[in-house]
Nanobody, 124 residues
Framework: QVQLVESGGGSVQAGGSLRLSCVFSGRTFSSYAMGWFRQAPGKEREFLAAISWTADRTYYADSVKGRFTISRDNAKNTVSLQMDSLTPGDTAVYYC?????????????????WGQGTQVTVSS
């Protein structure tokens, strides 16, 4: 069974940066596209970024394009999300997801596995 474990969340001031990581186990990591989502209190889960098996393709939500960068290291079974220029609006629980397709998209339902999430709090 696939397991995903996120880490790297925390509290940061506006304008700061955080780097989230998600470690994948239980299957062949390089056979899964990966994505990052977030969910703020009272809101639906929001797509942020996705990356293909070999990292040759990436896809970002307009809300984070230019500020967030998704990457993966298949040797370490890890996908990361570098977040820069954070604002209080980025406060949420951040989740990584795994999709058995070559490339994942923005639809929450297409992902097959999810981590438990990591909290990010940005103060003004």
């Amino acid at each position: 069974q696939v397991q995903l474990v996120e880490s790297g969340g925390g509290s940061v001031q506006a304008g700061g940066s955080l780097r989230l990581s998600c470690v994948f186990s239980g299957r062949t990591f390089s056979s899964y596209a990966m994505g990052w989502f977030r969910q703020a209190p009272g809101k639906e889960r929001e797509f942020l970024a996705a990356i293909s098996w070999t990292a040759d393709r990436t896809y970002y939500a307009d809300s984070v394009k230019g500020r967030f960068t998704i990457s993966r290291d298949n040797a370490k079974n890890t996908v990361s999300l570098q977040m820069d220029s954070l604002t209080p609006g980025d406060t949420a629980v951040y989740y990584c997801g795994a999709d058995m397709g070559y490339m994942a998209g923005s639809d929450y339902d297409e992902y097959d596995y999810w981590g438990q999430g990591t909290q990010v709090t940005v103060s003004s």
